[in-house]
């Protein structure tokens, strides 16, 4: 099984396993936004476990977990956006109603791609992606425009911001010619799997960060 | 996947990275400019808040200084008259007696008129800095408080009226700590103007400032005295210096350039 689980994809288990156990341990401490990014990494570490389970155990295509893990993941960003994300000093509900709305058209999406059997998500990738981008750049404009005495760095937000800006650019990028990609070399070339893991380990590593700083101010705070 | 392929996607990523990290440069650039122009908003509503507080403190001030004069000096002075006009009827025993009432009410009407003065800024501009400070000298050294000395060597209207009440509210809290905390026997006064520059420094000889007061300065001299002090140098420009040991007294200087008009 350790052959079949490789060093890469193992390593983003434990980054995953640690982020959300560590999430839990300082939930006390956690403002609402960030309870939510540790609930999303458990998510995301379940799917990611299971996934590989899959094509373990069974030999099976694992594709219908990240068709399932994607809508389920843009109703959580949307609840986090909308936590973090203020309108007139109060928490935005839009962000919400943008996140449930691309879970909605991602179920459809599956749905009318599930007819030739369940291939890669790309395409609920790259739309996820546009959803991320543009919280992002909503964070960092919000960043600027209410600054406070404490530098950007030792902010959560400023982490979670630049590891999606980051982690999605890049997906935006790849996704985006995923089936391009699949057409010319007939699988998914070695090069941009290990860009999809840098990736992930800078995404969910950054996650971490953002944790572990909102646990910290928010203890100072208090 | 072809080379030039791999080529164009290689080249594609690269200008990614270039531009997420040119893109979180810029937001850190800005973040920076932004919290700058924040903290000096902070800053100028600080100092007007602080203004203000005084502006408040000094009317306040003038208030009283007139209640004293008008009310507590007429009334001292309404009993100095009855003083007189009993004490002719009297026995020699309460003439003694009415003449040292007569003694202190004289002192009494004294102290009031000067500290009537001392409270109130306009004073400050007829008398000037020098003659206040050595008013208020001479009142601490009358009542036995403390063994007082002044060098005056300051010429009048070096600085301005508003730079001129700063530093005698100034002057007012450190002689008013070293009464109240610093269990000093003397108290000496250097005020020295020249060449644009004015310095006022007062030295006692009390138990000094504690390290771990000094260290932290919003909790030493008398509650916030040592803050009210920086902040107050802040407002007309001057700038302090401190030297103060257990045990062995405490020096103040402050130093501060005339406001070119």
């Known amino acids: 099984m350790a052959t079949l689980i490789g060093p890469g994809y193992l390593f983003l288990l434990l980054i995953l396993l640690f982020g959300f156990l560590y999430g839990f341990r300082r939930w006390k401490s956690l403002g609402p936004a960030y309870k939510l990014v540790s609930y999303l990494l458990f998510v995301v570490f379940l799917a990611q476990f299971s996934a590989k389970l899959i094509v373990v155990l069974f030999q099976h295509s694992n594709h219908g977990v990240f068709h399932i893990l994607i809508p389920l993941q843009g109703l959580l960003y949307g609840l986090i956006f909308s936590k973090l ?23 459809g999406l599956s749905i009318y791609h599930s ?3 369940f291939a890669f998500p790309s395409a609920n990738i790259s739309l996820l992606s546009v959803f991320m981008l543009s919280g992002s750049f909503l964070l960092y404009y919000q960043l600027i425009q209410k600054p406070s005495e404490q530098s950007l760095f030792r902010q959560s937000t400023f982490w979670f911001a630049t590891a999606n800006l980051v982690f999605y650019a890049g997906s935006f990028l790849i996704f985006g010619l995923y089936d391009w990609m699949l057409v010319q070399d007939g699988h998914l070339p070695t090069w941009a799997r290990k860009v999809i893991y840098f990736l992930n380990y800078f995404l969910y590593g950054s996650y971490i960060i953002s944790i572990y700083l909102d646990a910290t101010n928010q203890r100072q705070a208090k | 996947m072809t080379i030039n392929d791999y080529e164009l996607f290689i080249l594609l990523g690269t200008s990614l990275s270039f531009l997420l990290i040119a893109f979180i440069i810029l937001v850190v650039v800005l973040y920076r400019r932004s919290q700058l122009k924040f903290e000096m908003e902070k800053q100028a509503l600080h100092q007007a808040l602080l203004q203000t507080e005084v502006e408040i403190r000094e009317q306040t001030l003038q208030n009283i200084s007139r209640d004293l004069h008008d009310n507590f000096g007429q009334i001292a002075s309404l009993i100095k008259i009855n003083l007189n006009l009993l004490s002719d009827q009297l026995s020699d025993k309460d003439q003694k007696h009415i003449a040292e009432s007569k003694e202190h009410l004289k002192r009494l009407i004294g102290d009031i008129r000067s500290l009537s003065s001392a409270l109130a800024h306009d004073t400050l501009a007829k008398q000037g800095l020098a003659k206040m400070i050595e008013a208020d000298l001479q009142r601490v050294s009358r009542s036995g408080a403390l063994k007082v000395s002044f060098n005056n060597q300051y010429q009048e209207s070096l600085i301005d009226a508003q730079q001129s009440v700063f530093l005698y509210r100034m002057f007012q809290e450190l002689l008013n700590n070293a009464l109240k905390h610093a269990q000093a026997a003397n108290f000496k006064v250097h005020l020295k103007g020249e060449d644009q520059m004015l310095s006022l420094k007062v030295k006692d000889d009390g138990i000094g400032i504690p390290k771990d007061k000094l260290h932290n300065q919003k909790h030493s001299l008398s509650g916030n005295g040592l803050l009210n002090l920086q902040e107050r140098c802040a407002m007309i420009g001057a700038d302090y210096s401190l030297n103060s040991k257990e045990g062995e007294g405490t020096e103040i200087e402050i130093r501060l350039t005339a406001n070119q008009t």
Do not use: E, V
């Open chain 1, 85 to 107: 994300i203020t309108h007139k000093s109060k928490p935005s509900r839009y962000p919400f109603y943008l996140g449930l709305s691309f879970s909605l058209i991602s179920i």
């Open chain 1, 115 to 117: 007819m030739d059997g």
